[in-house]
């Protein structure tokens, strides 16, 4: 019973969700209903199609923005993207409603808040999880050494998994995608160096840059339907890198377990057990992102008149990415696990261990 010997614990702090007030696309965002103060700044952002309630990174931003509001005193703005033909429309909503500093959610707004940035130079905006081949200088990135982290979940799947296989699977073949990926092969592979075992991974072969791929971002019946082939083909463990996909991937797990099997959910971008309720009793752990605590940083600096356009860079060192806790799991994870896992992220913070994927921060 491989999953009763083995795993770890690495603790990462999450905030309580916000409440959200979205606005319509295309016309300047209304006022959220959150904050009050007195400030004339104002702190906006735009989501990618996932929506601000996606269980993952745009609702991850979304709490940063609104706590900064807390901080500040001021009242945010947001506009909650349907499509991708929304992004410039909400973009231009944002300018036209005097926004001092628009954060951008997710890969696939990297050329609308280009070319937003360079038509209102005077204004400061803020990406998550793209960063430009040539730094533009009022727009900061906010990106991610994933692949540090999902190295984590990877062994700590296979240590989890009864029947020797995983399973991985994203949701468009970006990037922000396939770091997830990457790592979680790589720790599936250092479980199988270091233990003598052969865990299978299904979904990813990291050599090719090669797997499955649902397609978007939104339509949770796919990935529902790749979780249940991947639970037909064995696998016990599963992580979706899918956003709002993810929750297809959470129903199939649930309803494996409800027929009689054993399987287990890591989530991605935020720790599902605290943002995914629906999902708790089958998650095992998560890879996170600290969106929140980022985009709070951002924000504040900004309107403390301290805009810097040099990128963040969250890793495993200041905690920009972690491995959540197991949660109701936790028992069933051996010390020897937990230990193993301990001294992996010591030596990746250390440089000891190098854990690289081609889409890893530059």
């Not at 209903?33 to 601000?52: E, L, P, T, W």
């Not at 030596?347 to 000891?352: E, L, Q, T, Y």
Request: proline share 3%; with cysteine; glycine share 10%.
């Amino acid at each position: 019973m491989r999953f009763l010997s083995r795993k770890t614990g690495v603790a990462a702090a999450m905030l309580g969700i916000s409440a959200l007030a979205l606005s319509a696309c295309g016309a300047a965002p209304e006022d959220s209903d959150k904050a009050a103060g007195n400030s004339d700044y104002i702190g906006c952002i735009v989501s990618d199609s996932g929506g601000f309630d996606d269980q993952s990174f745009n609702e991850s931003s979304h709490r940063g923005l609104m706590a900064a509001a807390d901080d500040i005193g001021f009242k945010p703005r947001e506009a909650e993207s349907k499509s991708n033909s929304d992004f410039a429309t909400n973009l231009t909503g944002m300018m036209n409603a005097g926004c001092n500093l628009t954060v951008t959610v997710g890969f696939l707004l990297g050329d609308a808040t280009a070319q937003a940035a360079a038509a209102n130079p005077e204004k400061h905006f803020a990406i998550v999880d793209f960063q430009y081949e040539k730094p533009i200088e009022n727009v900061k990135p906010i990106i991610y050494d994933t692949a540090q982290a999902a190295f984590l979940a990877g062994y700590a799947a296979a240590a989890a998994s009864e029947t020797g296989t995983v399973a991985t699977f994203g949701g468009v073949k970006i990037p922000t995608v396939t770091i997830f990926m990457d790592g979680f092969a790589d720790g599936v592979a250092k479980f199988n160096e270091d233990k003598g075992e052969n865990v299978k991974l299904l979904g990813w072969d990291k050599k090719k840059q090669d797997g499955t791929f649902t397609g978007d971002f939104e339509k949770q019946d796919k990935g529902k339907q790749v979780t249940k082939n991947f639970i037909d083909n064995g696998a016990d463990v599963v992580m979706p890198v899918a956003g709002p996909v993810g929750k297809g991937a959470g129903a199939a797990v649930v309803d494996a377990n409800k027929g009689g099997k054993d399987v287990k959910l890591i989530w991605v971008d935020s720790d599902g057990y605290e943002t995914a309720p629906d999902y708790k009793a089958v998650m095992l752990t998560s890879v996170v992102k600290t969106m929140d605590k980022a985009v709070e940083e951002v924000i504040v600096t900004d309107a403390d008149g301290n805009f810097d356009a040099t990128p963040y860079v969250g890793t495993l060192e200041n905690e920009g990415v972690a491995l959540a806790p197991f949660h109701d799991f936790d028992s069933k994870i051996s010390d020897e696990t937990k230990s193993e896992l301990d001294a992996l992220k010591a030596s990746i913070i250390s440089g000891d261990l190098k854990v690289e994927s081609k889409a890893s921060p530059k």
